[in-house]
């Protein structure tokens, strides 16, 4: 047999071999088909060139059709037919689709209505919202981007990786490019807002432990403490938060440890409520234990919060203080006043909001200075906070009550001496000054003696 034959006049029906002519191919034919089927592919199996799709946008809203040999488009909105002719060019479907009543209200409709989300079982995305508009939205996906950034610990140069750009725009044509710049502004956005969440929890939280640790980091050769929150939420579940990650230069001393941990404390707004604190047995947290207990046993407020009674005179007196001691000239003219006056003393102390103990000290020595007050406003027009002669004297019987606990804490917190046995007669000291107050005549302090009652009866 010639090869250069083999593809010609194939033969279809079993010959004998001994008959099969020069120029014609010998097909073996199965024997054990019994339906005498052949070897022919299915039309299945065969294959196709895929028809071209159409990739005008302006399809989208079109069915086409043919009728006679002729080629016609059909608006999905409005059902008007328009002629495509031989070209099959799209100008006419544009023309249509921008100016299609039926397809603009349809639009308005959609961008009203929102989208159902169906949840996946395992619930891998809570953060999806079951209803959602279909509308792109940039400032969304900048969100998504930078938690998928903070989740897994991605440089903010992958959102600038022309492959993923091409990937996005490829499904979402109005995605925009994020640079580096903007990825990072993101994230500190998106701490932001957690922050202020987690903040938010905190307000109903009672009593937070906290747990530090303090490392060097290898490949920035800083060295950080890390400070976490323990608490239970109100579903009795153990929660821990990281709340602060504080770089600390070294020698690392205690005082430093003991400004940094409070400093955060402070700007969670939990400085009143820490319950324990756990540290390694380094020396320098020796150091700072002291100095935090100390810092922590004063914060606490007063029994009951007796200064909130007085909260606007104190605000008033508070300002007064910082108006003149923010200026060297105000001192000096307020120092004047005082000596003319013969009031011996001349400087005013500030005081710290969250230790009542600093209030009642910056109260009493403001309260010397009753009468430099008024005479300081006439002689500088820009004071306007100074407080009435009613002011004065509600903050004056607040101090009185106020110096008993003053005193009592000076007591019981020493550390120079044993103070086991003073706390109980310090208390009872407490105790009968309550009782004598709780029917005071002005109705402000024998409110204040009540809630400060209650809360030390409990």
């Known amino acids: ?69 002729n080629y016609y488009a059909i608006c999905r909105y409005c059902n008007k037919k328009l002629s495509r002719g031989k070209s099959k060019q799209t100008t006419s479907l544009w023309r249509h689709r921008n100016s299609c009543p039926s397809r603009k209200a349809s639009l308005r409709q959609a961008a009203q209505q929102t ?10 995305f809570p953060s999806i919202p079951p209803l959602h508009t279909g509308k ?13 950034i903070v989740m897994h610990e991605h440089p903010f140069t992958i959102l600038e990786e022309e492959g993923l750009n091409i990937f996005l725009k490829r499904g979402m044509p109005e995605w925009q490019k994020i640079i580096r710049g903007v990825a990072k502004n993101d994230c500190v956005a998106v701490y932001e807002l957690e922050k202020k969440k987690l903040k938010k929890k905190l307000r109903n939280v009672k009593k937070v432990s906290l747990t530090t640790d303090l490392w060097k980091s290898k490949n920035q050769k800083i060295e950080y403490m890390v400070i976490i929150g323990h608490w239970i939420d109100s579903d009795w579940k153990l929660q821990k938060r990281v709340l602060n990650f504080v770089h600390i230069p070294p020698p690392r001393r205690g005082v430093e440890i003991a400004a940094s941990l409070f400093k955060c404390v402070k700007d969670w707004g939990i400085e009143q409520k820490i319950h324990t604190i756990s540290v390694d047995n380094a020396s320098a947290n020796d150091v700072a234990i002291r100095v935090l207990r100390d810092d922590f046993s004063r914060s606490k407020k007063l029994l009951g919060g007796g200064l909130s009674e007085i909260a606007d ?14 200026s060297e000239t105000r001192l000096l003219l307020f120092a004047e006043i005082a000596q003319q006056l013969q009031i011996p003393g001349k400087k005013l102390l500030y005081d710290c909001r969250t ?8 109260l009493s020595c403001a309260m010397k200075f009753k009468d430099v007050f008024p005479r300081f406003q006439d002689r500088d027009p820009l004071y306007d906070s100074c407080p009435a002669y009613e002011d004065w004297e509600k903050a004056e019987k607040v101090c009185s009550v106020l110096e008993k606990f003053w005193a009592a804490t000076h007591v019981i ?17 407490i105790k009968k000054l309550l009782d004598s107050r709780e029917n005071d005549e002005n109705d402000f302090i024998r409110a204040m003696i009540r809630k400060m009652k209650a809360k030390f009866d409990k």
Do not use: C
């Open 1 to 69: 047999m010639n090869p250069g034959n083999m593809m010609t006049n194939p033969i279809t029906q079993s010959t004998p071999l001994g008959n099969i002519q020069e120029g014609q191919e010998a097909v073996v034919i199965d024997d054990n088909n019994e339906e005498g089927e052949n070897d022919k592919l299915d039309e299945d199996d065969e294959f196709h060139i895929p028809k071209r799709n159409k990739t005008s946008e302006a399809w989208e809203d079109f069915n086409e059709f043919e009728e006679n040999g």
């Open 115 to 124: 989208k159902l989300n169906f949840q996946p079982a395992d619930d891998a």
């Open 136 to 148: 792109f939205d940039m400032e969304k996906m900048r969100e998504a981007a930078a938690h998928w």
């Open 313 to 326: 005179i104190v605000n008033k007196i508070r300002d007064s203080v910082d108006f003149v001691n923010r």
């Open 355 to 362: 230790r009542w103990n600093a209030t009642f000290e910056m």
């Open 413 to 429: 917190s020493g550390s120079e001496y044993p103070t086991s046995n003073l706390f109980l007669q310090e208390a009872v000291k």
